[in-house]
């Protein structure tokens, strides 16, 4: 039997170069979530550790490996907001300001935030 000598791109039938390519498509998902971060630095990073081994009872080495990607990306934005305190039958409660609502007079009344695009009858 003819053994033939490996690259590391040949290890268990390239299996690094596909767990690479797999961990470039999740960066690109991530760079393109617009969750995320524009501007943060995303990293593959690939692993690999050789350990050299003899087995009981034979003089000969051989080299277990193991082959691993790592990635590091982007952490979701925060979602924020803004709450107006007021009061509600003596009650204390909290409105939340959304940025997207246009502000209401009714005649006698306080103004009224409704959301754009909300159909008031």
Request: one cysteine or more; hydrophobic letters at 35%.
């Amino acid at each position: 039997m003819q053994l033939e000598t490996v690259t590391i791109d040949k290890l268990k039938n390239g299996a690094l170069g596909e767990m690479l390519d797999d961990a470039f498509q999740k960066v690109l998902v991530n760079i393109n979530d617009p969750n995320m971060s524009e501007t943060a630095a995303r990293k593959v990073t690939a692993v690999v550790n050789f350990k050299p081994k003899k087995r009981p009872g034979s003089s000969k080495i051989y080299i277990e490996y193991s082959l691993d990607v790592k990635t590091t990306m982007a952490q979701q934005k925060p979602v924020l907001g803004e709450l107006l305190p007021g009061s509600e039958d003596g009650k204390l409660v909290c409105y939340e300001d959304l940025i997207d609502q246009i502000e209401m007079t009714f005649k006698g009344e306080a103004p009224l935030k409704i959301a754009e695009g909300c159909d008031i009858k």
